[in-house]
């Protein structure tokens, strides 16, 4: 019975770490936020509920598609390996998930989240493919792949929120220091496969990049704040966020070793998240 119970909880790790449930629920919060802050005060509207669910989906087929597109990489893992028997396998189960996604929005909303849905499993795959194995381009595609639940949330609205370019300004520079962060972890993974930051410049160098993308990402807070029309409870969990990126920003500029700065960059997204839930809602 203790075995079999060891074994049921080894599996259940095994599926949280290729579906990250976390990044889907972030992406279909995200997109749904977004979507108050677009189209009023009807929580469940359809376009909102159909917004959020191709996003958790898109997010779904993301993790699975790549798992089985760079499972070479994620086998060499030596923190956390992953080992995929059947890579095909999550390559099509992957695309069977993409497939939902662009259905949703295609039967529901209008058609620019039709390409946003489209854009997602044909960025994974390059990615995947190519785009991953340099990080000229690397950092840059995920880092727009983030934006998409935001710009999904917009597109299925009615109008355009004030705090939209600042939200997408904070959150793309954000991930843009957390795959460089991932990367650091990963470079004797990446070794042989990719061209990372951190092997380009080393661990010191690559956090050095990454601290002055948290600073930007600290300045679109600042404008944010200034267009909370005086909401407290947005204001302080803005304020927050940027407390937390500057600690951030404090560690990988001045340390040799990033410690948990990818942890308080996540801490510090889901804080925003909710701060423009609050605004969306006032503002509606």
Same mark, same amino acid.
């Given at each position: 019975m203790k075995e079999k119970l060891q074994w049921i909880k080894g599996k259940l790790r095994w599926i949280c770490k290729i579906t990250r449930p976390a990044v889907v629920i972030a992406g279909v919060l995200g997109t749904w936020v977004i979507s108050i802050s677009s189209n009023g005060h009807d929580l469940l509207a359809l376009n909102k509920i159909a917004a959020a669910t191709s996003m958790g989906f898109s997010c779904l087929g993301s993790s699975v598609c790549h798992y089985g597109i760079a499972h070479k990489v994620y086998k060499d893992k030596w923190y956390d390996p992953v080992s995929i028997q059947n890579p095909y396998l999550f390559v099509l189960t992957g695309l069977c998930f993409f497939v939902i996604s662009i259905l949703i929005p295609f039967a529901t909303l209008p058609p620019r989240c039709v390409y946003v849905a489209l854009s997602i499993p044909l960025a994974i795959i390059l990615y995947g493919k190519y785009l991953s194995k340099h990080w000229t381009t690397k950092n840059l595609v995920i880092a727009a792949v983030c934006i998409t639940p935001a710009l999904m949330g917009w597109w299925a609205g %009615?109008?355009?929120?004030e705090i939209l370019p600042y939200a997408i300004g904070i959150i793309f520079f954000a991930y843009i220091a957390r795959e460089v962060l991932l990367d650091i972890r990963d470079?004797?993974?990446?070794?042989?496969?990719?061209?990372?930051?951190? &092997?380009k410049l080393g661990t010191t160098g690559a956090m050095r990049v990454a601290g002055i993308s948290v600073?930007? %990402?600290?300045?679109?807070?600042?404008?944010?704040?200034?267009?909370? =029309?005086?909401?407290?409870?947005? =204001?302080?969990?803005? /304020?927050t966020a940027a407390c937390l990126f500057l600690y951030t920003a404090a560690i990988l500029i001045t340390k040799n070793m990033p410690a948990n700065s990818k942890k308080l960059i /996540?801490?510090?997204?889901?804080?925003? &998240?909710?701060?423009?839930?609050?605004?969306?809602l006032q503002n509606n």
């Open positions: %009615s109008h355009t929120p470079i004797r993974a990446n070794k042989g496969h990719r061209i990372t930051l951190p &092997i600073l930007i %990402s600290i300045f679109f807070c600042f404008l944010l704040l200034c267009n909370t =029309s005086g909401n407290l409870a947005a =204001s302080g969990l803005i /304020t /996540t801490i510090a997204v889901y804080c925003l &998240i909710i701060a423009m839930l609050i605004i969306g």
